[in-house]
């Protein structure tokens, strides 16, 4: 298995290294701390805005995920792949019982339904002078965060990922 960084900037590329089965893993790093943004603590006591993907949740066996999304492109027990369109995928990763324990999301330009950093962090984020923003949110007592990342540039690419806390 080859894992490769999500900061390429060739879209037909990416396409060509996801249909290969590639998997591509978010490299941002972690957000400092600063003005509007929540601390793990700021969270906790605020519940989840954004917990489940096309129904999806943290928790659920291999199988129910299977049945309820389709689109199955490559399958193992740590791991699934999922294409819905040339723009958008969906990584689902598994834990020792089978169980899923992280959902990672990946929208390129043009894809429909992309949500909004507010509808996954509960906020509005702040863009970075190129462009990009990253925002990542802890919910302890739920058990999980929650993380959205925008590239710079004009075919930026959204990931959306909603992990367990370990």
Known sequence: MMFISKSLNSRPLMLLLMSLGVVLLTTAPLPVRG????????AEGGAPVFSAYRGVQLGMTAD?????LGHLKDKSDEQDFFVFSDNETAQILYDSDKKVKTVSVDFLSGAADVPLA??????DVEAKADGSVYR???????????????????????????????
């Open 64 to 68: 129910e995920v299977r049945r309820k």
């Open 35 to 42: 003005a509007g943004q929540k601390s793990g603590a700021d």
């Open 136 to 166: 990542l949110v802890r919910y302890p007592k739920a058990g999980f965060w929650v993380s959205y990342s925008k590239t710079a540039g004009d075919s930026p690419l959204i990931s959306v990922t909603i992990q367990k806390i370990q």
């Open 118 to 123: 507010k509808t996954v962090v509960g906020a």
